[in-house]
């Protein structure tokens, strides 16, 4: 009986470290943009699971950061076609940039 309560608490201390080591995890968001407008572009990515093609909506924020390779951009720099890795913070909708990178040129 001693070796199940253990046993139990050993998994409940294991689930417990998994979940904390989750948090701050930034989420990514690979693909193309389709559209750039007032606060938010659109941008074609493969959805991981189905891998068919999705469309997200994406805010950007005065607090979005723009770059292009290593250097800094501004919004100014995103076009229709342009290929960008887009970190979203958390993931869940509604998805808000926190940094847009394009490719380097």
Partial sequence: MKSKVAL?????????GAAAAHEGHEHKVMG???SVAAGKMMVTASDEKTHQEKTLTIS??????YRRGDAPATRSALHAGDRVV????????????????????
């Fill in 86 to 105: 887009v970190s979203v913070g958390n993931g869940k909708e509604p998805l808000k940039a926190t940094e847009v990178r394009l490719a380097a040129k």
């Fill in 60 to 65: 950007l924020t005065d607090k979005t950061r």
């Fill in 32 to 34: 193309t943009i389709k």
């Fill in 8 to 16: 139990a608490g050993a998994m409940v201390a294991l689930l417990a």
